[in-house]
């Protein structure tokens, strides 16, 4: 479930301008449609005249659910910058911004997403990093019923790694989300960044939020367009 990817090094300053098969039905609020000969239901706004009330219930009963992503969440501890984000699940890129996305449960009763820790060592020697093994090291809870959903069960076992000056280390997890939720990824509370010769700095929390609801729970994006997924991932 880790991936690791020296990568070059970007600039501090750059930080300010900054899912496992997928799910069988996915839309996009925002997104543009170029096309509706692919046996779905027209997007509200996009069908004969008069056909609008109907359209919008076959719509909302493909896609009863909408996931909110928020944009990437990140700071700097012990000089080691931290970036928590979710993943695009056709682009495979970083959800930069707050998206909604239309969604139904799949055949597994899940919808996946792809959640993405990165940590780059911005100092001049190298860094240990220490997190639970059996995970990676994120944690998912519900923010509503205080519970911690991932990771299910606490891991004893500690993992050891070394970050060296200028490399960045991607952390990537693969969720299956099987209920609706309002919750808070973050860093897991059991990770450490520990640099020699120095007071070992307590990171604060990384908080990045995201809810899966049913639509009448909710208040309603306005409709602009919609993405089918279902033949991307298989």
């Known amino acids: 479930m880790t991936v690791n990817n020296p990568l070059k090094l970007f600039s501090v300053c750059m930080l300010c301008t900054v899912m ?11 997104a543009s449609l170029e096309g509706t000969g692919n046996g779905r239901p027209s997007p509200p706004g996009l069908g004969n005249a008069g056909d609008g009330d109907e359209t919008d219930k076959e719509f909302d009963e493909a896609f009863p659910l909408l996931l909110s992503l928020n944009e990437p969440a990140y700071d700097h501890c012990s000089l080691v ?4 984000q979710f993943i695009d699940p056709v682009e495979n890129t970083p959800v930069l911004k ?3 996305l239309h969604v139904n449960f799949n055949k597994d009763h899940a919808v996946p997403l792809t959640v993405q820790l990165t940590l780059e060592n911005a100092n001049a020697v190298p860094v240990q990093i220490e997190y639970p093994q059996c ?22 076992e500690i993992k050891t790694e070394v970050l060296q000056p200028d490399e960045i280390r991607t952390y990537r997890l693969n969720y299956n989300l099987d209920r609706v939720v309002d919750g808070q990824w973050d860093v897991h509370s059991k990770m450490k960044l520990i640099v ?11 908080p990045l939020h995201m809810g899966l609801n049913y639509k009448e729970d909710t208040q309603e994006p ?13």
């Open 98 to 100: 707050k998206t909604v």
């Open 81 to 84: 910058i931290r970036e928590l």
């Open 135 to 156: 995970d990676v090291p994120v944690r998912l809870q519900d923010i509503k019923n205080a519970v911690q959903i991932f990771p299910a069960d606490d891991c004893r």
């Open 222 to 234: 306005k409709m602009t367009g919609w993405r089918d997924l279902s033949m991307k991932h298989k």
């Open 20 to 30: 496992s098969a997928c799910g069988d039905l996915f839309g996009a609020g925002g």
């Open 196 to 206: 020699p010769d120095s007071l070992e700095d307590a990171c604060q929390p990384l």
